[in-house]
């Protein structure tokens, strides 16, 4: 084909008609011409753009799901190219067409050459890979209300059985929202119509608030469907209102999960709660792994995975718990069982051990102390069994020192705030990311209010500073990456200690000192931005670093289960492509920034 032809078609093609005659000519002469019949699959051997002249192109996601049509114009290959990983996507010739490949390097260097063209591919590349994402409309990402309707069939406490049972079987549910001046007061299903009405020979102008469930578990519209999935299992029940912004917007049942998810492979979490033995969770948990490789093979985000995994250790503390008072009788007093660290922040991954702790109502004196620690026990040691480490630390509610009454755990953190010493804050800066797991939500909101109570404290915010500033990003003042050893004398990047871990504990300080409850650290960004504490484009670019690094890291340990290897945080940049290396490098300067930034506000007189 003629180079001046060529050249009119670039010309006439964005991103190259900026270019002049002189570079569209050079660039023609870069080009290899491949011509494709109708049905033929198109394949990329090696590592090079493809610019479609003629034709129409189907591109098939490895599920053979129709994810776009390309035709002349368009391009191909530039995923390869910005990131070094190759999908399992196919590309189907469907008419007769002409092919245009431009080489990698030459690739390379029209990104380097031209900014324009290099912001255009990076568009480009965003582009489709959120068009991935939506059409992939990934079984672990569901949204609650991906499956609901805003069909909301409610009625009033005070009418009556039968005109409940009226409204059911003409709107054909199960159930019905029982609301009060547009808030949700309870729940009638046909279970309670047959075991409270029928069952008990009550009038059929019985009041509905008489025999409703009153105070149901909700769940907002927008959370994951697999949280549904776990507040049913937990709870046993069948039924679940859906909220949105606090009022009533619709119901989902069980049957709604089963017809929308029949394999859903979150299911995992529904059968930890129908274990009746700690072997039967140790079954359950030996699926962690291969359901995290089906998460990296559906490209779940790093931080969704990590909301998922965490879940599913909540899941396996909750019904170790029950079979603990299956086997030693009830509490003899209130409790909430606490996570600290990455589970309480909701962002763990597959190597994380246990931070846990107990909060009291009673003293744990006599048989009070007795029990919880021998429930301690059993549940540190079931969840050790099924693969979450005991903590080398002893941050474990198997150590008595962390199993204290309401007045035992304010005075160890008062303590901590009043007179912080630097080794004292190094030890206790991972209790100030708590959750509550089980028990009293009522007993842990009290002691959190407490403790954000008296952390607006100068001396201890500026000593909470001092400790997260301790460890710096592995980037030196030329930008080069800064290697460590392990214990194995391999070299890497800790992604986890001098990245991850550095963005944590500087946002953790700011929502310390503005009396946050929020522990999750993207969501603690937001909620500091929102209230004016740090300026959006600082909280979007701590956000991006955080989620760079925690993909990388996510990716890593996939990378090292699917060797039969332990999952480690050590990463070797070399093996990363130069986009990686790239934003790898900007997040660790992010993260510089940000240290400078929190030492200025905390630590004026450093």
């Known amino acids: 084909m003629e180079v001046t032809e060529v050249s009119k078609f670039l010309a006439r093609t964005t991103p190259f008609d900026q270019l002049d005659s002189a570079q569209l000519a050079e660039l023609a002469l870069q080009l290899s011409v491949y011509y494709c019949q109708a049905g033929e699959n198109v394949e990329i051997a090696h590592e090079r753009l ?6 129409i192109f189907a591109l098939y996601s490895d ?16 995923q390869l190219l910005l990131t070094g990983l190759a999908d399992n996507d196919q590309l189907i010739c469907e008419e007769d067409g002409l092919l245009f490949w431009l080489p990698a390097d030459a690739f390379h260097q029209l990104r380097y050459q031209y900014k324009n063209i290099d912001i255009f591919f990076q568009r480009l590349f965003g582009r489709r890979l959120h068009q991935y994402k939506e059409q992939q409309s990934s079984r672990f990402t569901l949204k609650v209300s991906d499956i609901v309707q805003a069909r909301k069939v409610s009625i009033s406490g005070e009418h009556s059985v039968q005109q409940a049972a009226q409204l059911m079987t003409e709107k054909r549910v199960s159930s019905l929202l029982v609301e009060q001046d547009e808030r949700l007061t309870g729940i009638l299903t046909d279970r309670d119509l047959r075991t409270r009405v029928l069952a008990a020979n009550l009038p059929a102008t019985t009041p509905v608030q008489q025999v409703m469930t009153p105070k149901p578990h909700t769940i907002d519209k927008h959370a994951y469907l697999f949280e549904a999935v776990q507040l049913m299992s937990r709870f046993n029940i069948h039924h679940l209102p859906v909220l949105e912004q606090g009022l009533s917007f619709s119901m989902i049942t069980a049957t709604d999960i089963i017809r929308s998810q029949q394999d859903h492979p979150v299911y995992l979490i529904g059968e930890i709660h129908r274990q009746a033995s700690i072997d039967g969770l140790e079954q359950c948990a030996l699926q962690i792994n291969n359901l995290a490789l089906v998460m990296g093979k559906q490209q779940v985000p790093a931080h969704e995975a990590g909301h998922i995994i965490t879940t599913i250790t909540d899941a396996l503390t909750q019904r170790l718990i029950k079979l603990a008072q299956q086997e030693l009788g009830p509490a003899p007093c209130v409790f909430s069982w606490l996570c600290f660290g990455s589970q309480a922040r909701m962002d763990q991954s597959i190597n994380a051990d246990q931070d846990n702790a107990l909060l009291l109502e009673k003293e744990p004196n006599g048989i009070v102390g007795d029990y919880f620690a021998k ?9 050790a ?12 509610a198997s150590n008595p020192e962390l199993r204290m009454s309401l007045k035992g755990w304010s005075g160890k953190f008062a303590k901590w705030i009043s007179s912080p010493s630097p080794d004292a804050i190094l030890k206790a800066s991972i209790f100030f990311d708590m959750r509550v797991v089980e028990g009293s939500k009522g007993l842990f909101n009290a002691l959190q209010q407490d403790i954000l109570a008296r ?3 100068a001396l201890f915010l500026m000593q909470l500073t001092q400790t997260s500033l301790q460890r710096t990003a592995p980037l030196s003042f030329l930008r080069n990456f800064i290697l460590e050893h392990d214990g194995k004398q391999k070299k890497g990047l800790d992604l986890k200690k001098r990245g991850i871990s550095l963005i944590t504990d500087i946002v953790r300080v700011y ?9 999750n650290t993207r969501q ?30 996510w990716d890593k ?10 999952a480690s945080n050590l990463l070797d940049p070399a093996v990363l492509s130069g986009l990686q290396r790239h934003q790898l490098k900007d997040s660790f300067a992010v993260i510089n920034n940000a240290q400078s930034s929190v030492k200025h506000r905390f630590c004026k007189e450093m």
């Open 50 to 55: 493809l610019i479609i002249r003629t034709g």
């Open 511 to 519: 929502a310390l000192a503005n009396g946050i409850t929020e522990v």
């Open 63 to 78: 599920q053979q799901q129709l994810l776009t049509k390309l035709e002349e114009g368009d391009f191909y290959g530039y």
């Open 385 to 396: 069994r099924c693969g979450i480490k005991l903590c080398p630390g002893n941050i474990m």
């Open 455 to 457: 952390t607006n404290h």
């Open 375 to 383: 429930l301690a026990d059993f549940v540190c040691q079931g969840l």
């Open 557 to 566: 340990h996939l990378h090292d289960i699917a060797q039969g290897h332990d």
């Open 524 to 553: 603690r960004l937001q909620q500091l931005a929102a209230i004016g504490v740090i300026d959006s484009k600082e909280s979007q670019n701590l956000s991006d670093a955080f989620d760079v690094l925690a993909q990388l890291r």
